[in-house]
């Protein structure tokens, strides 16, 4: 099975995870990750990394579920481990991604550590710049969502985050309308320090990455056994899937590092959403949920419209720093697609699909990249029996 080969068409979240997946499950096979765009320049990258079903399609529950059961435990996992990167319990481990050498130097930086020469990084290297900050700072977040009302179902996964529960009265005076919600705790991690962690774990299991844009997925299938589609909102033009479409979704953000809670609203009276989400390095103002919409480009009228809505949420934010914007498309569709196509192309390769996954990618990679990891494994086992 060794001898076969895999390529990854992707390598934002979703590609990359299914790519390790991958090599936990079929130790040693051959698999490259192809891809025109890495990190930080990925959606993925951009993307809050809040653990939350959104906007994902209620029908298709059951198995978000269990993507997203599968991805949380992990998370939890790493939040509570002692050995991994940014757990809470064991001070901060820091990654040094050497750009030169293109080693990655794990070293713990233990703040009560007085002497320069108990720490495995020197400090005054702390601060160069051709080294890569690698803690992917994994944390539980707790929040009020103003988005469920008092006489609403409770949604799909509410046994799947922690401490769940209604607000009380005192609470609904932090919205601005006296608003009933929920208040439960969640994870985060910092997607942008994640994505390089994965790949360093991928390269250094021997796989391999090429840069390059795929116009057909023909155009790969003589060079490889079986290709795993990871593109995100491009299946759109990569496969004339008419089902996908982009849903766009513009941010700011700011340092406010007094914002210790999330905040979601969206409110289906009016339309609107928005949300204030706290991460490692900074908070994310949000946002945008307009669907079919192409365009990358920052729009002024989004962003005052995101800074006056969640400023009147959290008023204190008048006193953020402003770092930046930035707009991403959430790859939207009727469901997520994750099955191997039906199809075998002409040279014999098989493809996996794993895209679609809206504004849950990081929610439910982990989980997704399981199931690849699965069908891969079964695809490759009957290819060999046929030998
Ligand atoms: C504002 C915003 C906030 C979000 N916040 C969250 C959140 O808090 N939690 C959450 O779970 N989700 C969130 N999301 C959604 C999440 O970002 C996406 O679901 C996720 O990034 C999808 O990952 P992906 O790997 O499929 O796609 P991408 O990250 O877009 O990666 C696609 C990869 O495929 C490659 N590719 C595409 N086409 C080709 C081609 N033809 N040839 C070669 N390479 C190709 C690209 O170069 C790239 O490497 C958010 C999204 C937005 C826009």
């Not at 994750?338 to 679609?356: A, W």
Request: net charge neutral; proline share 4%; charged share 25%.
């Amino acid at each position: 099975m060794n001898r076969r080969k895999i390529c990854v068409i992707g390598a934002g979240v979703i590609g990359l995870s299914s790519a390790v997946r991958i090599q936990d499950k079929i130790p040693g096979i051959d698999i490259t990750i192809i891809a025109d765009t890495f990190s930080p320049h990925t959606t993925s990258d951009g993307s809050a990394g809040f653990w939350e079903p959104h906007l994902v399609n209620p029908d298709q529950s059951e198995e978000i579920r269990k993507w997203g059961q599968a991805t949380f435990d992990y998370l939890l996992d790493l939040v509570q481990s002692q050995n991994m990167p940014g757990s809470i319990n064991s001070g901060i481990m820091l990654f040094w991604f050497d750009y030169f050498t293109h080693v990655l130097v794990p070293a713990w930086y233990d703040f009560s550590i007085e002497h320069d020469d108990q720490m495995l990084v020197p400090r005054n290297e702390l601060n160069t710049t051709t080294r890569y900050l690698c803690c992917f700072g994994a944390q539980l977040v707790s929040g009020y969502d103003f988005s469920i009302e008092h006489d609403d179902q409770d949604p799909f996964w509410k046994d799947q985050v922690i401490a769940y529960r209604r607000l009380e009265q005192k609470e609904r005076k932090l919205h601005p309308k006296n608003k009933g919600g929920i208040f439960y705790t969640s994870l985060v991690i910092d997607v942008k320090s994640y994505l390089p962690w994965l790949m360093e774990k991928f390269k250094s299991r021997g796989g391999k990455v090429q840069f390059g844009t795929i116009s057909s997925v023909n155009e790969i299938s003589d060079k490889f056994d079986l290709v795993i589609n990871c593109v995100g909102v491009r299946a759109f033009q990569l496969l004339n899937d008419q089902d996908v479409k982009p849903i766009r979704g513009q941010i700011i953000r700011v340092s406010a590092p007094w914002i210790k809670h999330f905040y979601v609203d969206f409110d289906r009276t009016e339309g609107t959403e928005r949300y204030i989400l706290p991460g490692r390095d900074y908070v994310i103002l949000g946002g945008t949920g307009q669907e079919g919409n192409w365009s990358t480009d920052i729009n002024q009228q989004d962003k005052d419209k995101i800074w006056e809505s969640c400023l009147n949420l959290v008023p204190s934010l008048k006193n953020a720093q402003k770092i930046g914007d930035w707009v991403g498309l959430r790859p939207g569709r009727t469901k997520v697609r994750l099955e191997i196509e039906e199809k075998r192309r002409s040279s014999g390769c098989m493809v996996i699909h794993n895209y679609g996954h809206s504004g849950a990618g990081v929610t439910l990679h982990w989980g997704c990249a399981g199931n690849v990891a699965e069908l891969a494994h079964a695809v490759l086992t009957t290819l060999s029996s046929r030998l």
